[in-house]
């Protein structure tokens, strides 16, 4: 599917999708508990479907209600037969989250994973997974498991994926004696890891911690409430924002909560700090133009707000630069390589540093045409660098939006062309 974006600032009103973070996370208790949940979600991608796809293969009952929600019927005990294929796709969450889980239900596994997944760390995860009792096999896009994970002394570093941790959190309490799960250093994204505390907290599940270190008592189920609601993505929602910055009569995203744990609740001051005129509603974020300048962008806490900053930055008036960003080398593309070619691709100038970008704007974009190698947040951010564009915008591939936001080009679509 090809994209043709035409020029210049839009203006209007988006409604978020819901938070795919969130709504993985959700399904997971969802999965583990012992009554039936409803979960809704506004617009199903396909990393929120990945993650269904593999607890219903786990044993979940779980029923699509129309397009923005799922009926989860818990996971039955009992011993499974031979070995079930669950399909991750490009999803590191799903994989990181649901490796431990099959270790805790002794289940013998294949994950199938696409795109750059297979090329994703799940090291020292794995280390850990073994050494308290799995197997675990590479063989191409393919992962094996076996074996009964065991409670114990659980250490993961901080500083490779918060991933490793939530997932280790989901496990834990289904195992049968007190575990301490310690995580060293400092945590990057630890707002994933408070997102995934609030969610088992949300589902009764005990867990104490000092900072450093979790005590889990074993043998917990989940209890969510009948009907549980995944909030506002921030994450989509920055797409829109970073729009909102490039417009006279501005855009507003509704169905944000203010007081989300999502890490990329942070895009408001990051946008003030850039110049725009930010507002919040009692829904939402409403961002119009300012006089835009350059700044320094720590991407270590958002990574994922980084490419549509990147290209709010190429229209700002002087240098931008994204420091602590390494970490987006192992995203679904290289996105300090993707993030810098979608630039150039339409006039813009980006300089990829080892673990940053130098942005230097001053220069108006010309427009042209972008591959997004497959990445859902290049794509999208090359919207972004369309509304300061002088001429049209074309995205190749454009359908790999499914993967976060797939109502994404239809939300843009609805939006109004703002006249000079």
Aim: proline share 5%; charged share 25%; net charge neutral.
């Amino acid at each position: 599917m090809r994209a043709l974006l035409t020029p210049g600032a839009r203006t209007g009103r988006v409604r978020a999708p819901g938070s795919k973070s969130t709504a993985q996370r959700l399904l997971i208790a969802a999965a583990l508990g012992t009554s039936p949940v409803t979960v809704e979600c506004r617009g199903v991608s396909a990393d929120i479907r990945a993650a269904a796809d593999c607890l219903r293969a786990l044993g979940a009952g779980i029923e699509p209600i129309g397009q923005d929600g799922f009926r989860v019927t818990p996971i039955r005990g009992g011993e499974q037969r031979g070995e079930c294929l669950l399909p991750c796709g490009m999803s590191g969450a799903v994989l990181r989250f649901l490796l431990p889980l099959c270790g805790a239900l002794g289940r013998t596994a294949v994950f199938r994973r696409e795109g750059r997944l297979p090329e994703r760390p799940i090291s020292p995860l794995d280390r850990e997974l073994i050494a308290h009792g799995m197997t675990i096999e590479e063989d191409g896009a393919l992962l094996r498991c076996r074996g009964k994970l065991m409670p114990g002394v659980y250490t993961l570093p901080g500083n490779v994926s918060s991933q490793f941790v939530s997932g280790l959190l989901m496990t834990l309490p289904l195992l049968d004696g007190k575990s301490t799960l310690t995580v060293t250093g400092e945590r990057e994204s630890a707002a994933y890891i408070t997102m995934t505390e609030r969610v088992l907290d949300l589902a009764g599940v005990r867990w104490e911690s000092d900072g450093e270190s979790y005590e889990i008592p074993g043998g917990q189920r989940c209890a969510l409430p009948e009907t549980v609601r995944a909030g506002g993505d921030w994450s989509g929602a920055a797409f829109f924002l970073c729009m909102g910055a490039l417009s006279d009569a501005g855009i507003t995203v509704e169905g944000l909560a203010h007081d989300s744990v999502q890490a990329d609740r942070a895009v408001p001051e990051l946008l003030s700090a850039m110049g725009a005129s930010v507002e919040r509603t009692g829904s939402g974020v409403r961002v119009r133009r300012g006089v835009l300048h350059g700044t320094t962008i720590d991407a270590s806490s958002a990574p994922d707000l980084i490419p549509a900053l990147c290209a709010l930055a190429a229209a700002a008036e002087g240098e931008t630069r994204v420091i602590n960003a390494g970490r987006l080398r192992w995203k679904e593309s290289d996105r300090l390589e993707t993030t810098a070619a979608m630039l150039r691709a339409v006039g813009g100038r980006a300089e990829v540093l080892p673990d940053g970008l130098v942005i230097r704007g001053g220069t108006a974009p010309k427009g042209g045409t972008v591959d997004p190698r497959g990445d859902h947040r290049i794509a999208m951010a090359a919207a972004v660098a369309a509304c300061a564009c002088s001429g049209p915008v074309e995205v190749t591939g454009a359908e790999c939006v499914e993967k976060s936001y797939p109502g994404f080009w239809e939300d843009l679509a609805a939006l109004k062309g703002e006249s000079k």
